[in-house]
Every structure is written in structure tokens, then in C-alpha cells.
């Protein structure tokens, strides 16, 4: 699809200006930034309290497309522009947005014609098919009408960043929490490989076992080490990463809360039929073909195609999502339905521990079990709260 106008090349840059790594971090002594804390944000209305939860040292998941319309760096840029100009991020003046909006009308009235000239030598789908985008024609005229003593356009620009931005954020969320079930595995393990080398040195010391063998249980020892220092590293960068992008700075101290489990009730209210077409009707890249003008293909026909084409781009791709939604739904209940099993052993474990039945060392490898069994349990529930939200957002016009 080719971008020739000023305003096509515009909402290219905004949607470039997504990239996470572009976020900054504000200064200060680790809480949100209060210039952010009073910034008005023009997409949606929150309530009382929700702000006063916004504002705290804590950070829930539900609060992220909040806090990113509040604190989000990137967003707060791209807030910039559209308070300093409200026509639109594109920088078209009020008489460009009207002559874009004549344009629109007239290319209408051109499909109009040509609907009325072929409709004897052409299929009735055909024909509504010439209809329906005569009226997305009047409707985006209109839209640049609106623009032109309006938000309409940066709005939608705006909305993109947001949408982009509470995505990422969400990722960085849900990467974070398995990276803390991994450190809390790695930090076992070094705890375990302390005390199998403890007992070791007692060994060796009376001659039980070689200096060779020794070694290895060393060796053992400073694998788990290096282990636990590599995953206290990825967690650090991790925290970093995620507290950065809502806004406090990287030494930030807010209360990570654990992501809630995803609701499996919710997946069997999909209806893929209903949200695959309401996928299509939304999707901005299929928007985005039909704003641009018909000079930029070859034809009335060849830009007809290409609609087609990407509306059945986004219809595959949502049969796709959907599929993933569901087997990540099974795998999710498959490992809800063994935990109470992991459950069980560890407290046997934790109550033969109490009687002298076995060793701190044979009760460790039984937490650590747990604690993997527990960290596979999570990344499902991760996995499936991706997979659903992936599928929401595509609903809603954003298909990866």
C-alpha cells in the first residue's frame, strides 16, 4: 500500500514513535513524575479513585492503560503534539483538511457514477460492494470535515500510541512476573547447591568422599551461583524496564502486584464469527487503504482488491488468534487441574521434615519442585492472559 500523503506519512511516524526503547525515564527520587501526575489526557475519563490509585506506589495490572495515558513517556510526547495541534498530528492546516474532505467527496461521487454505469454487467454483491464504500468515503469526508474544527485525526493518532504503548507495557508486566517465579527458582537452587557443598566439605573432611568429588559438587555450586546472579540481573532489567515505562525512574521502589489469573469464563463468551467481523470493520490497516486516495492504485478495481485482500488478512489472522486462545486455554486447566497434586507433596514433604522423616537437603529438591511446578502454573496463565488480550486488541483494530 503506498503513503504518498502528508497525512498517510504522518500516522506512519506516530506509530513509528511506539517503540519502547525510546522511553525515557523521569527524574527524581523514584516515584511518578508530578508534572505527568497532572497531565489531562483527552481518550477517556477516569474516576476519583481509580486517579488516586494512578498516583500511589503500587502497581496493578488493571491500572496500565491508566497510567500510560498519565505517565508513559512516549505517550506523553506524542500528548505534546496533539495539545500544540489539535487538527491532527499530520500538520495539515484547516484548508488542507477541507480540500482532503472535498477530494473524498468527489472520488465518492466518481464510484457513485461508475456504480450506476456498471450495475447491469455486474454481480449484486458487486454493486453493494461499490455502495458500502461510497458511504466509508462520506464518512471519512466527514471525518475530515470534523477534523478541520476538531480532534478527530490526532485523536486517532493519539489512541494508536496509547493502544501500542498499554500492549507493551502489558508485556513487559507479564515477562516481569515470570521472571520473578524463575529468580525465586534460581535463588532454591543456590540455597540447595550451598548445602549439598556444606555437606560435602564434612564428607571430605573425614575421608568419605575424593577431593575429585569434591570439585564437583563445587563446580555444582558455582553453576548455581552464576545461575542466581544471571536471573537477579534479568530481573533487575526487567523491574527497570516496566516501572520506566509508567513513569518512575529507574530506581524506582513501587509495589509490583502478582498479575490476576485469567478468567477461563471469558473465553467461552468469544464468538469468533461476531469479533472476526468486528475485527474487520475496526482494523487500521484496513482504514488506512481505504482513506488513501484512489490516484495511488491503479484503479478503482486494484484498490477494491486490495481491501479485500487485507479485510481477509485479518479475518484469517483472527481465526488464527482464536485457535490460540483456546489451545492456551487447555493448556491452563490442564496444569490448574495437577496443582492441588504439587500442593498436596510439598506439604507431605514440609511434614516429614517436621517428624525427622527426611533431610533438609531431600526437602529442598521437594520445594524446588514445587516452585518449578508453581512457575509452569504461572507462564500458563501468562501465556493465556497474552493469547486473550492479543485477541481483544485485534477486536478492537490492532492484529500483530
Not at 487503504?289 to 484503479?299: A, V
Amino acid at each position: 500500500m503506498k503513503h504518498n500523503k502528508k497525512w498517510n506519512r504522518a500516522c506512519s511516524l506516530v506509530l513509528a514513535a511506539v517503540v519502547l526503547g525510546n522511553c525515557g525515564s523521569f527524574p527524581g527520587s523514584g516515584l511518578l513524575s508530578a508534572h505527568a501526575a497532572e497531565t489531562k489526557t483527552p481518550l477517556d475519563s477516569y474516576t476519583e479513585a481509580q486517579m488516586l490509585s494512578f498516583g500511589d506506589n503500587v502497581l496493578e495490572y488493571w491500572e496500565i492503560q491508566g497510567l500510560v495515558e498519565h505517565y508513559n513517556p512516549t505517550y506523553l510526547k506524542q500528548l505534546e503534539i496533539f495539545n500544540g495541534n489539535p487538527d491532527g498530528s499530520s500538520g495539515l492546516s484547516k484548508d488542507q483538511l477541507l480540500l482532503m474532505a472535498e477530494e473524498f467527496r468527489y472520488e465518492a461521487k466518481e464510484l457513485k457514477a461508475e456504480a450506476e454505469d456498471l450495475k447491469d454487467s455486474i454481480s449484486e454483491e458487486a454493486y453493494q460492494e461499490y455502495q458500502d464504500n461510497i458511504k466509508t468515503l462520506k464518512r471519512f469526508a466527514r471525518e475530515k470535515e470534523d477534523a478541520a474544527d476538531g480532534t478527530a485525526s490526532a485523536k486517532r493518532a493519539l489512541r494508536i500510541v496509547r493502544n501500542q504503548q498499554t500492549i507493551a507495557v502489558s508485556a513487559l508486566m507479564r515477562d516481569y512476573q515470570a521472571l520473578l517465579a524463575q529468580d525465586e527458582i534460581a535463588r532454591k537452587s543456590l540455597e540447595a547447591a550451598e548445602l549439598a557443598y556444606a555437606s560435602s566439605e564434612r564428607q571430605h573432611a573425614i575421608g568419605m568422599i575424593s577431593g575429585e568429588e569434591l570439585l564437583a559438587v563445587q563446580d555444582s555450586l558455582n553453576a548455581a551461583k552464576a545461575s542466581a546472579d544471571a536471573s537477579a540481573s534479568a530481573l533487575r532489567k526487567g523491574r527497570q524496564s516496566l516501572i520506566t515505562a509508567l513513569g518512575w525512574s529507574y530506581d524506582g521502589n513501587p509495589d509490583i502486584r502478582e498479575i490476576p489469573e485469567p478468567d477461563l469464563a471469558k473465553v467461552a463468551d468469544y464468538h469468533l464469527e461476531t469479533d472476526m467481523e468486528q475485527a474487520v470493520g475496526a482494523n487500521y490497516d484496513v482504514a488506512d487503504i481505504r482513506r488513501t486516495d484512489k490516484s495511488q492504485f491503479n484503479g478503482t478495481q486494484d484498490k477494491l482488491r486490495q481491501i479485500r485482500e487485507k479485510e481477509n488478512e485479518v479475518r484469517m489472522q483472527m481465526e488464527y488468534l482464536y485457535k490460540e486462545v483456546q489451545q492456551k486455554a487447555m493448556s491452563y486447566q490442564s496444569v490448574k487441574d495437577g496443582w492441588p497434586a504439587a500442593e498436596a507433596k510439598l506439604a507431605q514433604a514440609e511434614r516429614k521434615l517436621a517428624l525427622g522423616m527426611i533431610s533438609r537437603a531431600e526437602y529442598l529438591a521437594e520445594e524446588i519442585a514445587w516452585l518449578t511446578a508453581k512457575a509452569n502454573k504461572e507462564q500458563a496463565a501468562l501465556n493465556l492472559q497474552a493469547a486473550m488480550e492479543t485477541y481483544e486488541w485485534a477486536i478492537k483494530g490492532l492484529v500483530k
